[in-house]
């Protein structure tokens, strides 16, 4: 595990002459600082590149690498970043380090797109160090989706205080769509998301946890507000069902709305606003077919289910989403940042603030950096992403400085 850094070779190799090494004693700094500059420059040119966008020119930058397949990252009110693996562990990069594992996990079954997955901060992390993860866990039948809670050691090396307060009803031997983002609300309640785990009609069942957005408070009791915690018609838990796969999901902090991203099948990723006991049609309806090219359903509507705000045919694959609010990008204020797996990029989707409608979409680092996993926004307003590799990276985007500045 690396953090990119500059390492000057060794005048040796510089030079070409293998007993360059001893002359070095006598070289003035002034000669030493002209032989390293031009290297220098170079080996900064490889770490941080500056990429025009649409509305502003962007620094992207490797601030670490060596991650095996990280599939989330959280910034931490210190500057730190959580990193999860999605092999098991979880890492803190800070100050130009790598961690080593942070110990205390929960039993993690790691296979297929299985392992650990998402990690989020409650509202109180800073005092709290409080903390929430997602995972597929084993369990009878196979494994399958789990939602757990712990308390992150000062030093960032432990977990203590360990709590699964949440395990879907249904395990597997199947080892795709686990879903799993979580999304903290404002009232401290955790929104997560389940995939139908590979198995479509789960996610029209009222009484499968999977192909579903679901609601729980931090200690793994139901909100007595959930749309079904009263009536006995499903589960209560369940916020909204008939989701395929969905791997992105936020809150917009100044309108406090709820947002998630899924894959379809071939073609038909959708972008949704999940409301409460709302049916977003899986695998009734969708924009996409089937691997073998048939039709999925009954076509692209149907009475009795949602429409996605928008939707994506080819499919991008999409991964983690956040919805950008921040200082350093005032252009983008309001827009989500949704990362994509398929074509290896960042998709910006301008957001009507009124209507909530997509007035356009912007795809960024085409093909440059890698599969994008997770995005999310650091408490300076710049941008942050990790590529699922095995060896990933995390990457930051700042706003690039004007020349008089």
Known sequence: MTILSFRPP????????????PVIGRLTAATLLALIAPVLAANSSLARETVPTRTVVVDVEKIATGLDHPWSVEPMPDGGLLVSERSGALRVVRDGVVSEPVAGMPEISVGGQGGLLDIALARDFEDSRLLFMSYSAPGDGGS?????????????????EVKEIFRMNRFTEDRQHFGSRIAVASDGTLFFTIGDRGQSERAQDMEDHAGAVLRINIDGSIPADNPHAADGGALPEIWSKGHRNPQGADIDRVTGRLYAVEHGARGGDEFNLPEPGKNYGWPQISYGRHYSG????????????????????????????????????????????????????????????????????????????????????????????????????????????????
Do not use: C, H, N
């Open 294 to 405: 048939a039709e999925i359903g009954v076509g692209a509507a149907a009475d009795g289910y949602e429409q996605p705000v928008y939707y994506w045919d080819p499919s991008i694959a999409p991964g983690g989403m956040v919805v950008y609010r921040g200082l350093m990008f005032p252009e983008w204020d309001g827009d989500l940042l949704v990362a994509a797996l398929k074509f290896q990029m960042l998709v910006r989707l301008d957001l009507d603030p009124d209507t909530g409608e997509i007035l356009g979409e912007e795809r960024l680092f085409k093909g440059d950096y890698g599969r994008m996993r997770d995005v999310q926004v650091a408490p300076d307003g710049s941008v942050l992403m990790v590529t699922d590799e095995s060896d990933g990276a995390v990457i930051r985007i700042t706003r690039t400085p004007l020349a008089s500045e």
């Open 10 to 21: 060794s005048f040796r190799l510089l030079s070409g002459r293998p007993d360059l090494g």
């Open 144 to 160: 399958g989706t789990a939602i757990a809670r712990a308390v992150l050691s000062d030093d960032g090396q432990s977990l203590t």
